[in-house]
């Protein structure tokens, strides 16, 4: 059902396995699309609690507490600086908190911006998570020939942000490796403008490398390419699709019915027990479900 003709499981190695990763890549993105949707439009502090656990709870069994943890070091000041700066532009509600000057703050306001930060944040994980469900050769396989263009610009951007990032690291650590102890410490500023300078050579040597590369390798000399089928679409990953997207209207028709029925102004609605949060609940925990009976099947 959609695995690669070209590649086997072991071949992978100790790379942490991602959800759907025996399916062909149209069902990965079925649920990526659904979720990403349901996240971003989905402005009810229920919906978003789930999402962000989610998200969460997917990034540590794929990336680690370490990776994913780390990145919370910026993701929970953005919701607090989010929370705090909402009620200065947005002086609504009913219930006042205190005032600064002649600005009332109101709880309403505070809880919309903390409302936001946590959908901002949980967009993010989920983003994170689309990376590792569709690499770029998915991403090719899925656009290569509807468009060609876009495909490669979205699978060039998940292969080279990632590697820009990691070049500048090593940027940054073979500048501290060649400072003399006992010298005073270099400007960080001005350490930082060398490293940029340094991967700004470094990008422009690569991409004349990948042009020529791209040019000797006939792209743009037709007009429609022939592509090399590396995923097969078979009757499991039909199944799945439509399974996908039953689960997923559900899913869109409960976060539609809490969304309609939850108010921020002028007083905060109080989110009732309700059975239709259960099957939100599911569709944000498949991946992580998913991801272990694959664990637990190929070990």
């Known amino acids: 059902m959609g695995v690669p003709v070209d590649i086997t499981r072991e071949e992978s190695g100790s790379e942490p396995v991602a959800a759907f990763s025996m399916s062909h890549p149209a069902v990965p993105a079925l649920y990526m699309v659904l979720t990403l949707g349901l996240t971003m439009f989905s402005m009810q502090p229920v919906l978003i609690a789930l999402s962000l656990a989610g998200g969460l709870a997917y990034g540590l069994a794929t990336r680690g507490a370490a990776r994913t943890l780390g990145a919370l070091r910026w993701q929970l000041p953005v919701i607090l600086i989010i929370a705090l700066v909402n009620p200065l532009f947005s002086a609504s509600g009913s219930t006042e908190l205190f005032r600064i000057g002649m600005r009332a703050v109101y709880l309403e306001s505070m809880v919309y911006g903390l409302c936001m930060g946590g959908l901002f944040v949980a967009s993010v994980l989920w983003f994170e998570a689309a990376a590792s469900m569709l690499e770029y050769d998915k991403v090719l396989a899925l656009l290569g020939n509807a468009a060609p263009v876009i495909a490669l610009m979205i699978s060039m951007c998940m292969r080279l942000i990632p590697q820009f990032l990691r070049r500048g690291r090593t940027v940054l650590a073979v500048q501290d490796a060649i400072d003399v102890p006992g010298r005073a410490p270099a400007d960080p500023v001005r350490s930082r403008l060398r490293a940029s300078s340094v991967l700004m050579g470094w990008g422009m040597e690569d991409s004349l490398e990948r042009a020529d590369a791209m040019r000797s390798r006939g792209w743009g000399a037709a007009t429609r390419r022939t592509t090399y089928a590396r995923y097969r679409l078979g009757r499991g990953d039909v199944a ?26 002028p007083q905060l609605s109080v989110p009732a027990p309700w059975p239709g ?21 190929f070990g």
């Open 240 to 265: 799945a699709l439509v399974g996908l997207a039953a689960f997923g209207a559900a899913a869109v028709a409960v976060a539609w019915v809490a969304t309609t029925q939850y108010s921020f102004y």
């Open 277 to 297: 949060y259960v099957v939100c609940a599911a569709w944000m925990a498949l991946p992580c479900v998913l991801r272990a009976v694959d664990e637990k099947r």
